[in-house]
């Protein structure tokens, strides 16, 4: 059974950065696909990035495109995701998951993952 456990969250100013950190344990980490999503309050859970397995391929959101940045560390078992130039309308909930397919190009909807962490609350203020 793989685990993940986010960290990073907080308070931050529009503008401002914040690096969330996703800890797995369990399972072959570095087989697994991995990406990053969000739910705000009253809304749908969203994609934001993915990475595949051996980190060469990244997808985005349109709406971070740019700002934030996807890595993933498999030598520790672990997946970031760097967030610059926040915006108020990043403020939500962000869950890390994994996905056990080996898929050439990382899924982006949240039915194609396996595994989640209980998320990290992001708040940011105008």
């Known amino acids: 059974q793989v685990q993940l456990v986010e960290s990073g969250g907080g308070q931050v100013q529009a503008g401002g950065s914040l690096r969330l950190s996703c800890a797995a344990s369990?399972?072959?980490?570095?087989?697994?696909?991995m990406g990053w999503f969000r739910q705000a309050p009253e809304k749908e859970r969203e994609f934001v990035a993915a990475?595949?397995?051996?980190?060469?391929?990244?997808g985005y959101a349109d709406s971070v495109k740019g700002r934030f940045t996807i890595s993933r560390d498999n030598a520790n078992n672990a997946v970031y995701l760097q967030m610059n130039s926040l915006k108020p309308e990043d403020t939500a909930v962000y869950y890390c998951?994994?996905?056990?397919?080996?898929?050439?190009?990382?899924?982006?909807?949240?039915?194609?993952?396996?595994?989640w962490g209980q998320g990290t609350q992001v708040t940011v203020s105008s």
């Open positions: 369990g399972g072959t980490f570095s087989s697994y696909a």
């Open positions: 998951a994994a996905d056990r397919l080996q898929r050439v190009v990382p899924a982006r909807h949240n039915s194609e993952y396996d595994y």
């Open positions: 990475v595949g397995w051996s980190g060469g391929t990244k």
